[in-house]
């Protein structure tokens, strides 16, 4: 009890030091940031562009509601236009993270690097990265859709409903940020993707507590970007955190982070 109730303030303690590790080392925060503004800018338009139609969409998909008293529908209509756009919002911020890793691996590998020798160096040399596989680069697409589903559900129960869907996307959009951000580090560990899950259900509240504020901060455009470099070395921590490794910063940068 005593550790799960420590693990909630832990996550976010370890992504802060990530913002604190990348600030130390402004060359390698702009090479962290370059990838993830040229894929905000995309999905932001994606966005921006579903705001503008989202309601003709809902009314289209709706017609059964035509019948319906003026408040009940508009009601309705509005919890589903909600839950539709917080769905696209999860995949869309899940997809950021990983299309954003994807260009920048050179550069996100590298600062998880520096993370790791920065606080006591990299893996044991005999530890050999895990093999991905397409279908892993695709599951966490495929899991935000399925987290996406749910919300426009949840998005149809009235009222109740749009909590349910915020509350919903924030921890189901946690976790996967979780889960894709300690994928550098713990590959290199040797660990392939059910093992990596499995470390993190382990401790779930550690995950969450982690994910989920940087999830939030992914869903704010110009927060995002900055948020992705820092994100990345602060999944670096996470991923020594589970293995019991040190993740305290050193009152200097040492000479690995340069």
Do not use: H, K
């Amino acid at each position: 009890m005593t550790r799960t109730l420590r693990d909630l303030g832990t996550g976010p303690r370890l992504l802060l030091r990530g913002f604190v590790l990348v600030a130390r080392t402004p060359r390698l925060l702009l090479l962290g940031l370059l990838p993830a503004l040229l894929t905000a800018l995309l999905l932001v338009s994606v966005v921006v562009a579903l705001l503008f139609v989202v309601g003709d969409l809902v009314t289209w998909a709706t017609p059964f509601a035509d019948d319906w008293s003026s408040g009940v529908r508009s009601v309705v209509r509005f919890a589903l236009a909600a839950a539709l756009v917080g769905g696209v919002v999860v995949i869309g911020v899940i997809t950021f993270v990983s299309v954003t890793l994807t260009i920048g691996s050179p550069f996100y590998e590298r600062i998880s690097s520096r993370a790791d020798e920065t606080l006591g160096g990299p893996p044991e040399p005999n530890s050999e990265p895990a093999p991905g596989t397409p279908m892993e680069m695709l599951r966490p697409i495929l899991t935000s859709v399925g987290v996406a589903l749910l919300a426009v559900v949840l998005g149809l129960v009235p009222v109740a409903g749009t909590l349910a869907v915020a509350v919903t996307t924030a921890v189901g959009g946690g976790w996967m940020m979780s889960l894709q951000l300690t994928e550098t580090p713990l590959s290199a560990r040797g660990y392939d993707l059910e093992g990596r899950r499995r470390e993190l259900r382990r401790r779930r509240l550690l995950a969450l507590s982690f994910g989920v504020p940087a999830y939030l901060l992914c869903l704010i455009p110009v927060v995002a970007i900055v948020t992705m470099p820092a994100a990345v070395a602060g999944g670096t921590l996470l991923a020594r955190e589970l293995r019991g490794e040190p993740t305290a910063l050193p009152v200097r940068p040492g000479r690995g982070w340069r």
